[in-house]
């Protein structure tokens, strides 16, 4: 097992350009989640997967942003016609579905920057 | 609604003394609290859980934290700082879905030497 990973780590871009994150939880867990996280703040929610069905979105996701899991295992978050506002840490996690549900265990995040 | 609410930004002490961390709560109904910890440039990290059997919860690297309902508060503790333990920390509450944390500002640990 060797935790939930990230890529990229560091994605520079201008803006009107898009990008993709990738996400690979741990594989026992069923449930993945994505979270922003910009500087000085604590993470808010995006979305979460159980599965390969997303259960939940933030109204913080607008139509730019996408997510996927499409085989219940690693997972793509998308954005489009980036933005500078969109310049943040974006976090994955993911979590077993029963017992310790609510215990996240998270990816080193992928920092975005849009000049 | 849950909320949660970190009444310090930044906290500085000095090597080996004792850190205090304060959070305060709302909720509903009697909740799931934790304390993550983000080391500079590395994953958020689980400390501590409380999930209502023993208010007094032990975690990683000497931390603890009391739940006290009467108060509402999930402080975060530690008898004696040590420079590793400087990073951020958070109080995150869950909420009654089980899957959504709500997620303090967090607090600077600031160790001096």
């Known amino acids: 097992d060797t935790g939930v990973s990230q890529d990229p780590r560091h994605k520079i871009t201008k803006r009107g350009q898009n990008v993709t994150f990738r996400c690979d939880p741990i594989?026992?867990?069923?449930?993945l989640y994505w979270y922003r996280q910009t500087l000085g703040q604590g993470p808010e929610f995006l979305t979460y997967?159980?599965?390969?069905?997303?259960?939940?979105k933030s109204r913080l996701l607008s139509d730019r942003f996408s997510a996927e899991r499409p085989k219940g295992s690693f997972s793509t978050l998308e954005i489009q016609r980036t933005e500078q506002g969109d310049s943040a840490m974006y976090l994955c996690?993911?979590?077993?579905?029963?017992?310790?549900?609510?215990?996240?265990?998270f990816g080193a995040g992928s920092r975005l920057t849009v000049l | 609604a849950q909320s949660v609410t970190q009444l310090d930004s930044h906290v500085s002490v000095s090597e080996g003394t004792p850190v205090l961390l304060r959070c305060n709560y709302s909720s509903s109904y009697s909740p799931s609290l934790f304390w993550y910890v983000q080391h500079p440039n590395k994953g958020l990290q689980l400390l501590l859980k409380y999930t209502s059997a023993a208010t007094l919860v032990k975690g990683i690297n000497g931390f603890e934290a009391e739940f006290k309902k009467s108060e509402t508060s999930f402080h975060l503790t530690k008898p004696s700082a040590h420079m590793s333990d400087a990073a951020e920390y958070f109080c995150?509450?869950?909420?009654?879905?089980?899957?959504?944390?709500?997620w303090g500002a967090g607090t600077k640990l600031i160790i001096k030497p």
């Open positions: 995150v509450v869950s909420d009654q879905s089980n899957y959504q944390l709500i």
């Open positions: 594989s026992e867990h069923n449930r």
């Open positions: 996690a993911s979590s077993p579905t029963r017992a310790g549900a609510n215990v996240l265990t």
């Open positions: 997967f159980q599965n390969e069905a997303q259960l939940e």
